[in-house]
């Protein structure tokens, strides 16, 4: 195996080692819910994203044939992460009734889909 | 063959009248008539055979194991039997088809009739004990179901369910009697037995089996103390009780202690005990006909008299006494069966059937009444007719009985019933047909249409043509079916109307004396008789079952209180003694494999899994956090199976997993999110101790059977996987092939369960129940209960998911996957539909109901099984053959595809019933309005600003 594979494959691994630690500090560090959410969804999905492409390129090059595997778990992953982060991000909106004054405007006619008063409809 | 086909048509023919009924009725009775002329027609093919000596046989072995074989016989008894019930039979066709009226249900009645007619024949041709018993218990169930025919009278469902119990009941007595027969004559064939009588008699088991047998004989023939369940058997329609209740199924009893006899008959006990016992019920039954005033009454315990006559004769135990009993049975089975119809004709034309309101018929209805009168001079023993031969056989039999040294008790008892035979024939025929015509029937009685007194003529055709000339008419017949009673020499003996003054003559002539002076009487004998104490055997017999039924219900309800700790408790403790029991009491250690060396990933696993163990007991009464840590044990469990390289195990296990939290979140939507307190902390330190001594247990087992080397069967399967199932996934070749059957049954269990969660969850839709939910739930909805971020995201996973699950399926019988777990991951992929969209918009979309997919799933691997049969293989034997395709690469097309085809759909349909009707729970307790749009919020730019918005 070629000396660059290799090296490239041990930098997509640090890196998405880097930031899987990043993602756990995050979801144990920060301060609040929804800030919180930021670590298990946005960082931890790029640090498993880089590790699955070290070990897409990795298969490809030792076995010689395209290794299929991990593009489709990127690609459910990264269907399926911001999906959940949404969803939870939309249930504590609804459960913390005490922070829904801290919610700043949507900048549209209809407030939050999740609480949604209609409050420009002007009924 | 054609002898088991005898048996066989019948059965078969029972599907043609519920479908033929709709070409109308005449076609309905041709096509029943038509079964039973056919299975006739081959009876009879066997009568040359049958009357020159021999005994046809047919047969196959059905469980050759158990000893019990599908073979028939036809000797004179069966053959007389089997001949008597196909012609009664379709002369009771012929009948029905007129007695019914247009708003019974005919072809059910017929399929009825055609089914009781098939397990009669199949009584009394059995050649197997154990055959007879199925077939006897099949009169059974087929009499409870024609005499509760018209199920919205009462007394009709009381009458079958008094029946069923009596006779059903005996017929448990049977089975016992007949297994231990078949124990002390070493074989289940009757041919057999019935060669061994001596072997028999000296058996110990002799007395037992004895018993056994009359206690079945004797509640099926209405004999005394069980008589009383006949008489509240006339609910049924009339041809029935010609038909079972007087000619065939009553019968059954009397044939069985003729069929026996040669084996049973000849000692003490036999004579001691039978024949006291038909006595007696000739008696009480002659005694309590006189004076019933219904006619179905009075013909009811008629007939319980008669066959106490006959039970009486082959009590006797003499082959004199046999030849009579026999020759009884024809001349019975004619006219009883003619009079009961010739009642059902009076209640059908006249409106009723009480005796007080008839009278002088004769002159309204001459056909009906001349037949009538010619079959009750037969039933009252009058000379010139058949009855009167065969009773003065009796009596004959009965002047020379002597019983425990009683030599007047035979005779005397047996003239006194023959007294009351002779008076409540009289009264039949006085009563109804004689007389001055009266002006207050219900309806205006005239004659039926030919159709209906046909039969009746028919059937009075031999009564007349045996009492005029028995031996001709009749000999050949009785001398056959006798001699196979017998089993040995026939006895002396001549059918003959005139045998000189004998004593039977006298003891006739007695009764016919004493018969017109209880006429003469009558009102003052009826009176004396309402002043005697009633004994009301229905009474006591709902008291008692009352009794059963309320005891049987406490202590259920003690048993079984619908707390499922305490099952546990009890099952687990249970364990727990019978384990403890065997690990003390035998010598155990370690075993001698070494174990295998704990990595840090293996012991990572252990922890969590000890953690999450410890967090649900921790945190149970929060049930969401429960499930929770649950799914953290499924998780490791799947591990686990990766690392010992069980990667089928592991993807099931995860999907199952996956499945189960899905539908249990969506339950735990409808609960309380906490559990309820627990109880005082005594019993929490006791089902503590039994959860943790389980706990030790099984770690122990576990331990023992891991540090060993056994030898287990899963060499044989990883070697002849690819060879035997012709597959490398060996897990899946278990499933789909070797251990088939397996599967087969737990589908259908699987199948079964989700129709159980879907009627239990049932009541949850009703009023009550969904506000009481509603009351409990604290409701903090979403306004968008369909985000658009997950509707459009589990629409785009949906075919992918699909064709992830079509790629598990086909792969499965080589690598990793299969029709379970493809059709866990297709079941999750349109659950996940119906979460984000809501039920109402993929149900809409949704377009083959889960129930059907159950049964397709179900139906197709069966049909699989079945398939194997048109190669003369075993059920569910597979084939398989190799085809290249593209894309998938090389699979295999296994015959057992199509069974884990079958596998999949009831997968899918288990989970999406079990989920849609949780969801019409959750739907009911808080309608939401169904989604038409991709979300519930409209959108900005969907929303035409000018409609109305900014104003």
Redesign the interface.
Known sequence: MPMLIDALIAALILAGAFFLLVGALGLAKLPDMMRRLHGPTKATTLGIGALLIASMIYFSVARGTFSIHELLITL?LF??A??SA??LA?AHI??ATQEREQLPPTG???GW?????RR???M | MTLLLVVLIPFMGALLPPLVIRSGRNTCAVATGGVTLLALALLMSHAPAVFSGEVPKAGVDWVPAMGLSLSVFADGLGFFFAAMILVIGLLVIVYARFYLSREDPMGRFFAYLLLFQGSMVGVVLSDNVILLLVFWEMTSLTSFLLIGFWTKRADARQGARMALVITGGGGLALIAGLLLLAQAAGSYQLTEILSRGEMVRASPLYLPALLLVLAGAFTKSAQFPFHFWLPHAMAAPTPVSAYLHSATMVKAGVFLLARLWPVLAGTEAWFLIIAPAGLVTMLIGAAIALFRNDLKGLLAYSTVSHLGLMTMLLGLGTPMAAVAAVFHVINHATFKAALFMSAGIVDHEAGTRDIRRLGGLMVLMPVTGTLALLAAASMAGVPLFNGFLSKEMMLEEAAHTSYLGLDLLFPVLATVAAVFSVAYSARFAIGTFLGPVRGDYPHHPHDPPLGMWLPVAVLVVPVIAIGLFPGPVAGPLVALTAAAVIGGPLPDYHLALWHGITPALVMSLVAFAGAAALILAFRRADALRARLPRIDAKAMFEASTGMFVVGCRRSLVALHDGALARYMGVTVATLIAVGGYGFWSATHGAGTRPPLPVTATALTAFLALVLASGGVLAFHGERLTALILTGVVGVVVALAFLQFSAPDLALTQISVDVVTTILMLLALNLLPKATPREQSLAVRWRDGTVAGLAGLGVAGLAYAVMTRNGTSISEYYLTQSKPGGGGTNVVNVILVDFRGYDTFAEIIVLGIAALAIYALLDPALKGAAVRRIKAMLPRTESRDAHPLLLVVATRVLLPLSLVVGAYIFLRGHNEPGGGFIAGLVVAIALIMQYIASGYGWAAERMKVDAQSMIGAGVAIAGLTGIAAFAFGRPFLTSTFGYLHSPVVGTFELASAMAFDLGVFLTVVGVMLLSLAQLSRVAHRVDPSPESREPMDVQLERTVPRTAGGES
């Open positions: 459910f269907l399926t911001p999906v949404h969803m939309k609804l459960r549209q006619p209809s889909a999740t609480l949604d008063d420009s409809d002007g």
